[in-house]
């Protein structure tokens, strides 16, 4: 008998302890920091420059997904950060296959602030990182997502934010600037 009031006690000490605990971390408040990482989004600003001369601008936050197309040639392409400021990009192309659009595994590069050139594929293009660290507010992103331009010479980009040299999209703090 007394074993078994002795863990009932002990149980009910422990729910009201733990209640108590839940209550407390409850009504403290979020820490800046964390704040802030709540309320942004890591992203990368990258520069495509393509076999023709014509550039772009383009905004993306990390594993979301850039796409870029040109007389029915198509590119999907995927920015990781990594250290050091360099930005691993998975590039895939879009291939037909009995009827059906297929993503196909291209290449993978890993860039940084100087020009990097890709030749494999229809769409070659050279890329460089012009802010592997940005923060774009997450708010936004939620209420926006992807759009697309075009350049001069008929390449369509989309991302988050696009500028090209004819034209930019993008939500209201979209601030790359024109290439």
């Given at each position: 008998m007394i074993k078994v009031h002795r863990i009932v006690t002990g149980t009910t000490l422990l729910a009201v302890f733990g209640l108590v605990m839940i209550v407390w971390a409850y009504g403290r408040p979020v820490p800046p920091s964390a704040q802030a990482s709540m309320d942004s989004v890591r992203a990368v600003q990258l520069r495509f420059t393509f076999g023709i001369g014509d550039s772009a601008n383009v905004t993306e936050v990390e594993g979301?997904?850039?796409?870029?197309?040109?007389?029915?040639?198509?590119?999907?392409?995927?920015?990781?950060?990594?250290?050091?400021?360099?930005?691993?990009?998975?590039?895939?192309?879009?291939?037909?296959r009995e009827g059906k659009e297929m993503m196909e595994a291209l290449d993978t590069l890993l860039v940084d602030k100087s020009l990097t050139k890709l030749n494999r594929g229809k769409l070659p293009f050279s890329v460089q990182v012009l802010n592997a660290e940005k923060k774009l507010p997450g708010a936004a992103l939620a209420a926006g997502g992807t759009c697309c331009a075009t350049t001069c010479a008929g390449t369509k980009i989309c991302g988050v934010c696009v500028c090209t040299d004819c034209g930019r999209c993008g939500p209201g703090w979209c601030d790359c600037a024109m290439p």
């Open positions: 979301g997904t850039i796409n870029v197309e040109k007389d029915g040639n198509k590119l999907t392409i995927i920015p990781y950060m990594r250290d050091h400021g360099q930005v691993e990009l998975r590039i895939f192309q879009t291939v037909q």
